[in-house]
């Protein structure tokens, strides 16, 4: 059971350069010692090599970037992952989320995907707004976007909590689909059984504007109305604990806005309490299925 950690500066999902440098603001400031703390088995390996994002590029292309580092993000984690393991990428924008998904289908996982953010990230190229594909990340997994990527995932894998901006055209989408959409109210009202109602392997991909801009300012699409970081901390250690943590990553990160570091602050302690409510899980039966570590490969 090793903790896999990858940086993902990927900024090709939107029009800000600063979330690039996400993992080494959160790696300058001790993410990676803390996390030991928690479970000495910890491997780093580093960060990966994105290219820049254009946004000059028309969406299409901007979409076809985003899958192409995807597939790469995927075949890393291919190459390295053993049962029992946990992947921790560390974004980057919600397009960091991507590859990991696709990891995840190919070594066919039964998994759900918790999925905490303000947005719903399910427009399409035609309903976005922006053209930005970090909001077409889901989208682009349950194969709505096929010129770019065939379906990776189901959407009744998806549970979308915390999210108080949508769309009009992502939310017929997500209404079509019969996509689980829970706003922060709903999510402290019915948390108990939403909890009861994930499959027992899960992905948490934990978008940094869940949280209210109060407590979470670094950030490039803050909408008011999220988590509080107690809030926050607290969900993240209700999904882990009892269940199989089979990947986490952190997104959307911009240290440029975080005058005072009280978001990084805030990543740290979400990461740190899923490591800890994870290594605290009963384990026994992933050791039986330790093999030897492939070591980290160099970008
Ligand atoms: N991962 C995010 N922060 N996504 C923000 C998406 C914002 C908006 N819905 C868009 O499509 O452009
Ligand atoms: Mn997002």
Same mark, same amino acid.
């Given at each position: ?6 940086? +993902? ?24 010692? #803390? @996390? ?27 979409? #076809?970037?985003?899958?192409?580092? &995807? ?14 393991? @946990?992947?921790?990428?560390? =974004?980057?924008?919600? $397009? ?14 039964? /998994? ?9 990230? +399910? ?42 901006? *949508? ?21 402290? #009202? ?7 109602? *994930?499959?027992? %392997?899960? /992905?948490?991909? /934990?978008?940094?504007? $869940? ?13 008011? =109305?999220? +988590? ?6 607290? *969900?993240?250690? #209700? ?22 570091? *009280?978001? %990084?602050?805030?990543?740290? &302690?979400?990461?740190?309490? &899923?490591? =800890? ?21 160099? +970008?």
């Amino acid at each position: 059971m090793t903790i896999h950690v990858l940086g +993902f500066p990927t900024t090709l999902g939107l029009p800000r350069s600063a979330v690039r440098h996400g993992p080494e603001a959160l790696r300058a400031s001790g993410l990676l010692q #803390a @996390l030991r703390r928690h479970d000495p088995h910890v491997v780093d390996h580093g960060d990966m090599a994105v290219p820049p994002g254009l946004t000059s590029d028309p969406a299409p292309t901007r979409v #076809a970037k985003v899958v192409e580092a &995807a597939r790469r993000q995927r075949d890393h984690w291919l190459r390295v992952t053993r049962p029992g393991d @946990l992947l921790l990428t560390i =974004g980057g924008d919600h $397009s960091t989320s991507l590859g990991t998904i696709m990891a995840l289908a190919e070594l066919g996982d039964d /998994f759900d995907v918790v999925w905490v953010d303000a947005h719903g990230d +399910f427009n399409t190229i035609e309903t976005s707004p922006t053209g930005n594909p970090h909001g077409m990340v889901l989208s682009l997994a349950a194969g709505l976007l096929p010129d770019a990527l065939g379906r990776v995932i189901t959407p009744d894998r998806l549970h979308l909590w915390g999210i108080r901006d *949508l769309d009009p055209g992502e939310r017929r989408l997500l209404a079509a689909k019969r996509v689980e959409v829970l706003t922060p109210a709903e999510v402290r #009202a019915r948390r108990e059984q939403i909890l009861a109602g *994930l499959r027992p %392997n899960v /992905f948490l991909s /934990f978008d940094i504007d $869940s949280v209210d801009p109060a407590d979470a300012p670094g950030t490039m699409t803050p909408v008011p =109305g999220g +988590f509080t970081r107690d809030e926050a901390v607290d *969900l993240v250690k #209700a999904i882990v604990r009892g269940r199989n943590l089979i990947a986490m990553d952190l997104v959307e990160y911009h240290p440029d806005r975080d005058a005072g570091g *009280l978001t %990084n602050r805030l990543a740290c &302690a979400v990461l740190e309490a &899923a490591l =800890g409510a994870w290594s605290r899980c009963d384990r026994e039966a992933s050791d039986a299925h330790q093999w030897p570590m492939a070591s980290p490969h160099p +970008f």
